[in-house]
């Protein structure tokens, strides 16, 4: 069973902020919330992780919900260089825990 | 400036010849991964090193091969086991596993 759901794409007008969602109604209390974007063609980048409370770094903001089941990561002012694909990955911190990519969220952004 | 380095970004070979990608990081990480990824699909795990001179299985360990002689370099042998050696592969550190991990830029292989 996939662990989080992620729509498979979504649009954002440049410049524009970008609200990319993610479900993850099983999580469970030691497992934090990670989001990574993958280029085309480049490797993984690490974006920003919580565990209940809101995040920001430069990059983005991550807001969790109260309930933690769903979270959403956002990019303030999107430009072309976020067309990515976005992945929001569950997981605990425990010694050994891997990272699982799914499927993800392919971002488009336009002019 | 800190990171991880892959090299070379792509490589050629023929069926039946073994070859070594190469996997460097100057980020003092005790972690590093080996990854493989194909064409529109996630990530899947090869090997792992928690430590200098320790490497575990991954989820697709099957005609691969590591070694962790320094704690900068992770070194991953494609063997000509590997059925289907053709892909993109990541490398990846964490300052322990566990933790984010950064990725390198990856090196494309392609087998024929």
């Known amino acids: 069973d996939a662990k989080t759901t992620q729509p498979p794409s979504m649009d954002c007008a440049e410049g524009r902020a970008a609200n990319l969602p993610c479900n993850h109604s099983t999580i469970s209390g030691n497992e934090y919330v990670y989001w990574y974007r993958q280029i085309h063609s480049q490797g993984p980048q690490y974006i920003i992780h919580g565990l209940k409370n809101n995040e920001t770094n430069e990059m983005a903001s991550l807001i969790i919900t109260e309930d933690r089941k769903s979270s959403t990561l956002i990019l303030p002012h999107a430009t072309l260089r976020d067309t990515a694909v976005y992945y929001c990955?569950?997981?605990?911190?425990?010694?050994?825990?891997?990272?699982?990519f799914g499927g993800g969220t392919r971002l488009m952004v336009k002019p | 400036d800190g990171g991880i380095t892959q090299s070379p970004k792509y490589l050629f070979r023929k069926e039946g010849q073994n070859v070594t990608l190469s996997c460097e990081q100057n980020?003092?990480?005790?972690?590093m991964y080996w990854y493989r990824q194909d064409p529109g699909q996630g990530l899947r795990l090869i090997y792992y090193s928690q430590i200098v001179n320790d490497f575990q299985k991954g989820d697709i360990a099957e005609g691969y091969s590591v070694s962790r002689e320094k704690k900068e370099s992770f070194p991953l042998t494609v063997t000509s086991a590997q059925k289907n050696p053709t892909a993109f592969y990541l490398c990846?550190?964490?300052?322990?596993?566990?933790?984010?991990?950064?990725f390198g830029p990856g090196t494309r292989l392609t087998v024929t």
């Open positions: 980020l003092n990480h005790d972690a």
């Open positions: 990846a550190s964490s300052i322990v596993t566990g933790r984010e991990q950064y």
């Open positions: 990955i569950v997981k605990n911190n425990n010694a050994g825990n891997m990272l699982t």
